[in-house]
Nanobody, 125 residues
């Protein structure tokens, strides 16, 4: 059984911080790439941040400098530290895992085939 389970979402005032966690269990065919994606109502799911197994990261322009993705391989856990939150960050946040291609990871949602259930983040003004 392979599971990705997000936690840490909630409601926060603009300018505040949240830390999301993604606990991975079971055996994945590939754990080369992991990432955080988000989806607001009536909008497409978009990549927020990704990380490869060596710790190389990539961020969406909209969150660069505010969010930090990290991983604890020993605990099979992925994190997203979100600082200086804005109302535009309000969305359901999803943890994902994928294979990438040619040793590289990509931030597009189609590159990921394992998904968590999502955790809601609401930022009020």
């Amino acid at each position: 059984q392979v599971r990705l389970v997000e936690s840490g979402g909630g409601s926060v005032q603009a300018g505040g911080s949240l830390r999301l966690s993604c606990a991975a269990s079971g055996i994945l065919r590939s754990r080369d790439c992991m990432g955080w994606f988000r989806q607001a109502p009536e909008k497409e799911r978009e990549g927020v941040a990704i990380i490869d197994r060596f710790g190389q990261t990539e961020y969406a322009d909209s969150v660069k400098g505010r969010f930090t993705i990290s991983q604890d391989s020993a605990k099979n856990t992925l994190y997203l530290q979100m600082n200086s939150l804005k109302p535009e960050d309000t969305a359901s946040y999803y943890c994902a895992a994928g294979q990438g291609s040619g040793g590289a990871c990509y931030i597009g949602r189609n590159w990921y085939n394992f998904w968590g259930q999502g955790t809601q983040v609401t930022v009020s003004s």
